[in-house]
């Protein structure tokens, strides 16, 4: 059974550009949440997914964003980038959703903002 | 205030000995409580969930939670070097998942 599939791994960005990061959930998982991971704030929640709905959206400002598809693949976008914005993207699949905790998360997608 | 709160560590303990994690949250009506284990460089993955007070065991593993004290934690028993890795403590409130930062356990063999 594949598991969660992010891309790209690793990319390069300068202030002001704008990235878009993917998301290929475990067959079956209909949900989708999104996490940003950093040294100094840990594991924080961006927003979920759920058949193309958006659930629940963490405390972020509106350049992070997202969407699912309807085969549950899911992109979240960042514009107008900022340096802060340095951290590793994690994206969780879940059957049914991000409340019965049983997340499966991806290797994550590490931005680096110049 | 932070959400969910964990003692950062490092928590250290000697090979066989049991190793203790402990969790705080502020939202009292938070209803799913998880540990997730991450390794150095690797991505979290989900080792105990629970739901109600009390215990839960699987294995080496003991999760307690009483949800009066706001109150959540891992219990490892025989502890063994491959456990050694950063403990996440996650809390679920209205579909918001909220994880503490961490607390890292080294187990020395």
């Known amino acids: 059974k594949a598991g969660v599939t992010q891309t790209p791994r690793y990319l390069i960005k300068t202030r002001g550009q704008q990235v878009t990061l993917s998301c290929s959930p475990i067959?079956?998982?209909?949900?989708v949440s999104w996490y940003q991971q950093t040294p100094g704030q840990g594991l924080q929640f961006l927003f979920e997914y759920f058949s193309e709905t958006q659930r629940n959206k963490g405390n972020f400002p509106g350049r992070f964003s997202g969407r699912q598809f309807s085969n549950s693949r899911s992109e979240m976008n960042v514009s107008t980038l900022e340096l802060g914005d340095s951290a590793l993207y994690l994206c969780a699949s879940s059957r049914s959703g991000t409340d019965t905790g049983e997340l499966f998360f991806g290797e994550g997608s590490r931005l680096t903002v110049l | 205030q932070k959400e969910v709160e964990q003692n950062s560590g490092p928590l250290s303990v000697p090979e066989g000995a049991i190793a203790s994690l402990n969790c705080t949250y502020s939202?009292?009506?938070?209803?799913?409580f998880f540990w997730y284990r991450q390794y150095s460089g690797k991505s979290p993955e989900l080792i105990m969930s629970i739901y109600s007070n009390g215990d839960k065991e699987d294995g080496r593993f003991t999760a307690q939670l009483n949800k009066a004290s706001q109150y959540v934690s891992l219990l490892i028993r025989d502890s063994q070097p491959s456990d050694s890795a950063t403990y996440l403590c996650?809390?679920?409130?209205?579909?918001?998942?909220?994880f503490g930062a961490g607390t890292r356990l080294t187990v020395k063999p």
């Open positions: 939202d009292r009506g938070s209803q799913s």
């Open positions: 996650a809390v679920n409130y209205n579909n918001d998942m909220r």
């Open positions: 067959s079956g998982h209909r949900s």
